[in-house]
């Protein structure tokens, strides 16, 4: 919550935990409130737990206006880290996670289309951990008109796939580049991998099959900033 107070969401109001006003963090969640004029409010015992969806919920929630943004300004960001594109990534855990991935690794953003999860589902909001208030984010619907704005801003558009694309280590991830990451189930459609500019492929000398494509992000973003750091620093 201190996340979306601190980057200027547009937050409606603050629901307080009455009997944990005294927390350390529910003190710092209030006093940004206070600085950002924004409503707060006491709950009585028992009530937040039955407001929120967690099993065992913070102390404080709030209601927050969407923080998406049209992907051609998220297109147009300076950010040097790539543009995360899911098509069809259905579980909210891992569209969380990628998003505090590309918090974390310097991405351009995130852009969620075709089928993939609600962003604002609160298991994505809870696994992303706050960044999903720092990385500029996109939703869409249309994969083809996606990739077709994708494109036409001058990225190099790269699928994942888990054989058959170059070795991560030795493609080049700088630049403006999109990495496209598909259902957790099927991946990528074959048809449409043969649409973009090229697939990398993450090294596995053991016996998995596949990663995780969350973790498969967070492989492909941070070899991309090692790459960068590599690249400015002569």
Known sequence: ?????????????????????????????????????????????????????????????????????????????????????????????????????????????????????????????????????????AVAEDVDATLAAIGGAGLRTLATVPRGGMDHVDCDLTGRVALFFGNEASGLDETFVARLDGAVTIAMPGRAESLNVAMAAAVLCFESARQRKCLYSG
């Open 1 to 137: 919550m201190l996340a979306a107070l601190e980057s200027g969401a547009d937050v409606d109001a603050v629901y307080v935990d009455a009997a944990r006003r005294g927390d350390d963090d529910v003190a710092a969640v209030l006093e940004q409130a206070r600085k950002a004029r924004t409503r707060t409010f006491d709950l009585a015992p028992g009530v937040m737990q039955k407001v929120a969806d967690a099993v065992n919920p913070q102390a404080v929630c709030a209601v927050v206006g969407f923080v998406d943004r049209p992907l051609e300004v998220v297109l147009a960001g300076e950010a040097s880290g790539p543009l995360i594109v899911c098509v069809d990534v259905r579980d909210p855990g891992n569209v969380g996670a990628m998003l505090r991935v590309a918090d974390a690794s310097g991405a351009l953003g995130v852009v969620c289309c075709g089928t993939s999860v609600d962003s604002y589902n609160p298991k994505v909001v809870r696994a992303s951990a706050g960044s999903i208030f720092h990385v500029p984010l």
